[in-house]
């Protein structure tokens, strides 16, 4: 696999479903951002307030969106637990292509009816009023309001992050 230079251009469906749904939104390109951090850096917004989605599958073959604040990592043993599943792992990079052959690796954004998976998101989440979230592309993010997101996107709230403090090891004492 090869660094991309250029992003897409925002995933024409995921601005259909916010206009459908009423939610206003703003748009944002920014150069190209691999990470939900770099992503929040080049943004100006705290990493806590960017919707880092990722894409989960159980061992019984369902799969699901899961949103977690940009600054904490997806604890897969909680996302077992809100599936109600013996085991569940990451898509690969593979499966993620398949799953949404119009986005950029890493952007899918977390609106169930785009991909028909359901959404979970973990309950830090909530407590921003506005969020941003990729747009399908490495360049692109929107920010909308949470609420209005959630009750359009049927979002489920579960315990689902291993909150990560940013400090440096040496400053954590």
Known sequence: MTVQETARPPHAGLLDWLASHAIPYELHEH???F????????????????????AIAADDGRRALVVVDGADMLDLVKAR???????VRLLTEEELGELAP??????IPPVAELFTLPVLADYAVRDDPRITFHAGSHGY????DRAAWE????????????????RPRWALS
């Open 31 to 33: 150069p190209v951002a």
């Open 35 to 54: 990470t939900a951090r770099e992503t929040a850096r080049l943004e100006h917004i705290d990493p806590r307030t960017f919707a880092k989605t990722l």
């Open 81 to 87: 637990r809100a599936l109600e599943a013996r085991h």
């Open 102 to 107: 119009t986005c950029d690796l890493g952007t």
């Open 141 to 144: 993010c929107v920010r909308v």
């Open 151 to 166: 009750l359009a996107a049927g979002v489920r709230y579960a315990d689902l992050a291993e909150e990560r403090d940013a």
